[in-house]
């Protein structure tokens, strides 16, 4: 696993404390968009109409259906 130089790590500590930082983090937070919510629930159909576009969009061939054996299922 890769470390980071202890003169990065000083920088992180710098920017977690800056006010400056906590505003901009703030200010992406107040204009966060989630495309799958409508009035507070989730729409179903855009994000079936998203997934279905980003499939062809990667030409992702879909597969045969194959029904699961349930004959000894454990958790």
Do not use: C, W
């Amino acid at each position: 696993m890769n470390t980071i130089s202890e003169a990065a790590a000083d920088e992180l500590r710098e920017l977690a404390g800056s006010a400056k930082f906590a505003g901009e983090m703030n200010s992406v937070s107040r204009t966060r968009h989630n495309p799958f919510m409508k009035d507070g629930d989730v729409d179903i159909d855009a994000y079936t109409a998203f997934v279905s576009q980003f499939n062809e969009f990667i030409n992702h061939e879909p597969r045969k259906f194959v029904p699961m054996i349930d004959k000894d299922m454990r958790l």
